[in-house]
């Protein structure tokens, strides 16, 4: 756990010890989904509570400080985090009997951070440390903040309390409230080249690391997630909508995916539109160099205009694609829009 930041952010983790010296109450480490912030701020986290850092200023992972960590209950920490990425319910929200629990576990894991989940953290930054140290609060992922959460927490960045250091990560910063940005040190994360990440993959055993790296825009840690769900199946019933698109094809692949995370499905489109658009203008694909033979046809015969038209409108799902009335309509609408571009 002391030393769990991947090859590609060493140089990262170099720059960032040079901030401590005067460390900022907070920092917003951002990058691209899929490349391992969340493991290196939890990394960074577990340096600042250590009692005895090594050099190069990572952990030592033997003292009190860091078995209270890696035993995730170090009384100077706390996570901030949508219900979603939990594999329980938050502290202090189960049932007090059989039947409330079991309305909990039933009810659907919250997406966003919310305003208790803020609010909960004034007695933690009230009190003493435990070990004279620091109090550290990580965020992840930023933009999952929702508006009454998100002021709640600038409150608490304008007016930071002693002794506190606050770790943000986004993968998006366009989508954080300006104040939040200006009172925060960014600190860019890095996307490994293609060549680093291909290797590293190759080294966890995953076979065919080119195409899923590809696949996942480079993101090594999305690719192996999604090389571990066993197939591509639902991938590749988008695509072959999208290499051959039809209205009554659009109609059946809506029906078929209805179920698929509808950011994945809107990800998916985007990414074949660039090696689209990319092909027309230049020969090269990016993500999905396996359907060449298709893109070059489609490229050939696709107008510029709609082409365009089609990116558009997918950009523009993509911010409504968590909160859909009905994920059915929502990909029928989406399906047939391409469909009505590209034929």
């Not at 179920?259 to 027309?280: E, I």
Request: charged letters at 20%; aromatic letters at 8%.
């Amino acid at each position: 756990m002391s030393n769990s930041i991947y090859p590609w952010q060493e140089a990262a983790w170099s720059q960032l010890q040079q901030l401590r010296s005067r460390m900022p109450h907070a920092i917003l480490f951002h990058g691209a989904a899929g490349t391992g912030k969340a493991d290196f701020i939890e990394t960074f986290a577990q340096a600042l509570l250590c009692e005895n850092g090594r050099p190069d200023g990572h952990a030592c992972g033997t003292c009190v400080s860091c078995g209270w960590f890696s035993q995730h209950n170090h009384p100077d920490y706390r996570r901030v985090r949508p219900e979603s990425f939990e594999d329980e319910a938050p502290e202090g929200e189960e049932g007090t009997d059989g039947e409330g629990k079991k309305a909990k576990a039933s009810k659907t894991p919250s997406k966003e951070i919310k305003i208790e989940q803020i609010r909960n953290l004034a007695d933690f930054m009230n009190i003493s440390t435990h070990r004279q140290g620091l109090r550290v609060v990580v965020v992840y992922p930023a933009e999952a903040l929702n508006t009454p959460a998100s002021n709640a927490l600038l409150k608490t960045l304008e007016e930071p309390p002693p002794g506190t250091v606050f770790l943000l990560s986004s993968n998006s910063l366009d989508r954080l409230l300006p104040t939040i940005l200006s009172r925060c040190r960014k600190f860019a994360l890095p996307m490994p080249d293609h060549a680093q990440a291909a290797a590293w993959l190759k080294a966890q055993g995953l076979a065919d690391a080119d195409s899923w790296l590809r696949e996942q825009g480079g993101a090594p840690l999305a690719a192996l997630a999604q090389s571990e769900t066993g197939n591509r199946d639902e991938m590749e019933t988008l695509l072959q909508l999208l290499a051959h698109p039809s209205v009554d094809g659009a109609l059946k692949t809506a029906d078929k995916l209805s179920k698929t995370p509808l950011s994945s499905v809107v990800s998916w489109q985007q990414r074949w539109l660039y090696d689209v658009f990319s092909y027309k203008l230049s020969g090269s694909i990016r993500y999905f160099p396996r359907y060449q033979k298709e893109l070059a046809a489609l490229a050939g015969k696709v107008h510029t205009s709609n082409l365009l038209r089609a990116i558009k409108g997918a950009n523009a799902r993509r911010a409504t694609a968590d909160h859909p009335l009905s994920p059915k309509l929502f990909l029928e609408d989406l399906l047939l829009d391409y469909t009505t571009c590209c034929t």
